[in-house]
């Protein structure tokens, strides 16, 4: 089974120049909690985004650059989506965790999302696909902690597939 974790802004931001706009501690810690002991399914950049492997999780790398090698256990290189089928088709939870592009092709295929929506504008230039209320129902939300550390409005919104 395949879900979604991702922090979204106003008008789908989720990004610029290959990083994150904003920096929420509550989020990472929920994003660390919810992923920890899984599968994370990235994109190259995502991967490299991520400055390291991060500890007590699989890391699969959708690329298309072959000649990608990380030398470390947790981390798999795949050059197509047909590899991801023991993963689409796995009882277990397994997260896409982005960029824009992995999203837009893997969304298809997820049955569940965690989002935390940002209600602040960011300007950004990788986007995350609409949410068709056609095919999504939102199953829990829960207002997110803002303080100094979190100096924004947020909420964590949990979709399941109708």
């Known amino acids: 089974m395949l879900s979604i974790i991702v922090a979204i802004a106003n008008k789908n931001v989720i990004g610029k120049d290959n990083t994150l706009i904003w920096h929420l501690p509550e989020d990472l ?3 660390k909690t919810i992923t920890s002991g899984k599968t ?15 500890p007590n999780r699989k890391h699969i790398v959708l690329c298309n650059d072959m000649e990608m090698k990380i030398d470390n256990e947790n981390v798999e290189v795949v050059k197509d989506i047909k590899y991801l089928d023991k993963y689409i088709n796995s009882d277990e939870e397994n997260f896409i965790i982005g960029g824009a592009t992995i999203y837009k092709l893997l969304m298809p295929y997820a049955n569940k999302m965690y ?9 950004g230039d990788a986007f995350f696909p609409k949410i068709s209320e056609e095919e999504w129902k939102i199953i829990d939300i ?19 597939r109708k």
């Open 115 to 123: 989002i935390t929506k940002i209600n602040q504008d960011f300007d």
């Open 40 to 54: 994370i399914i990235m994109g190259r950049k995502t991967f490299e985004s991520l400055g390291r492997v991060l």
């Open 29 to 31: 810690k929920r994003f």
């Open 142 to 160: 829960q207002k997110g902690i803002k303080d100094e550390q979190n100096p924004y409005d947020y909420e964590y919104i949990t979709y399941v």
